[in-house]
């Protein structure tokens, strides 16, 4: 399939250091982005579906890399079916497993929890709800595990591995479980800050520093935050990726993230929602934490976009969250809420208010264009211009 976006006002590239491409248009072809600011007339003509942004503003697509997904679009934290597709029309393309943590009954012996995690991958390789890309299947870290484990779940194709829920005597036993994941080409992920369900245990700067996970989970607090000293500590002794999410503490939100800025540490820090969990569904989270960023600190909103596109396609090692020739074609076209004091989607995330989403594109596909169920209308009239398919991509109303 063919899609091209013409008549953009402004492209986010989602790289922070080179945030704005030139151009108005985006071609992309069989789930790849092929052109990025200048098309040609003849391969707009030439594609199967043609969107008019009407000087609307292009973003890659959003990155949630903290999700509590269990097995099929359901979750039973909070009952409730549906909830990752409906994160689609709240810019979120992609999604990545907190480990199946929810999922009711869920072993916790090593073999069991090495058939969840592959269980849970085989699942998501080829279900996409609302044309999302969910990265499924997370090992959780047990008592019991040893080197051969990771070895022979990596070659299965698990590459994501969690700690902070498994029933070691304390957070230091995850080290060698992690130095494994490490070995083996594994991403560790490990939770911070409180307990933040029974069973549970707080994880610190201490523990962190001692055992070098690939990413600090909820570092900003899952929903409790650790101690303001232990910030430092991580910014400055240990090159661990600082995750921060909707659900968590909003003033050690920001705290961070004028830390790492001052500290030139900005590749870093990732936005994620951590949900859904005991905060509920939120379809606008990662639209949230960007805006909280853009309106209440002074870091740029294109950076804040880039913490939720780029910055987290690089940690996890994905081909997404850049608007670049060669990577997946996931892009989000945002504009101004109708009703709102701002005319720029960007003017709007620095005013504190959320974008409209006026179109989702995935692998290339547009999923619906026009308005999304979840924001207000967009200012501009974002429409399909030309189709040569039999499909409608209005998307479901309000």
């Not at 036993?173 to 083996?184: G, L, S």
């Not at 976009?305 to 690089?314: D, K, P, S, W, Y």
């Amino acid at each position: 399939m063919k899609t091209a976006i013409t008549n953009l006002g402004r492209i986010v590239t989602g790289d922070w250091r080179d945030a704005f491409a030139k151009g108005d248009s985006i071609l992309m072809e069989d789930g790849l982005i092929t052109a990025v600011g200048s098309v040609s007339a003849n391969d707009v003509a030439a594609a199967d579906v043609v969107i008019d942004a009407d000087g609307a503003t292009a973003i890659p697509g959003l990155i949630d890399s903290q999700v509590h997904n269990t097995f099929g679009d359901y979750t039973p934290r909070q009952k409730t079916v549906g909830f990752l597709e409906s994160y689609v029309h709240g810019g979120v393309t992609t999604a990545i497993s907190a480990s199946e943590v929810h999922v009711p009954g869920r072993p916790k012996d090593p073999e069991g929890v090495k058939a969840l995690a592959v269980a849970a991958m085989k699942c998501f390789e080829h279900y996409r709800p609302g044309g999302m890309r969910v990265w499924a299947g997370s090992i959780i870290l047990e008592p019991g595990l040893v080197e051969a484990d990771f070895a022979e779940i990596a070659a299965k194709g698990v590459w994501l591995a969690k700690a902070g829920f498994g029933a070691v005597k304390t957070p230091y036993d995850y080290e060698p479980m992690i130095a494994w994941a490490r070995k083996y080409g594994l991403i560790s992920m490990v939770h911070t800050g409180g307990s933040s369900i029974p069973g549970s245990s707080g994880i610190w700067a201490d523990h962190l520093i001692k055992i070098k996970p690939d990413v600090s989970f909820h570092v900003n607090g899952g929903p409790v935050a650790m101690p303001d000293e232990d910030f430092p500590r991580i910014v400055h002794e240990s090159k661990i990726a600082l995750q921060v999410c909707t659900a968590g503490n909003l003033r050690t939100t920001l705290l961070l993230a004028d830390m790492v800025r001052k500290a030139d540490q900005f590749d870093r820090f990732l936005i994620a929602t951590d949900t859904p969990t005991g905060s509920g569904i939120m379809p606008l989270g990662m639209m949230y934490t960007i805006t909280h960023l853009a309106s209440l600190t002074s870091m740029p909103v294109e950076w804040a976009i880039a913490a939720a596109t780029g910055n987290n396609a690089t940690v996890y090692r994905r081909n997404s969250g850049f608007l670049r020739v060669g990577k997946d074609a996931d892009v989000v076209i945002i504009d101004s809420c109708v009703g709102g004091s701002k005319s720029d989607p960007l003017d709007s995330l620095r005013n504190g208010d959320i974008a409209a989403v006026g179109a989702v594109i995935t692998d290339g596909v547009p999923r619906f264009v026009g308005k999304s169920r979840n924001t207000p209308a967009p200012i501009k009239r974002i429409r399909v211009a030309s189709c040569r398919i039999p499909q409608d991509y209005s998307g479901a109303a309000h």
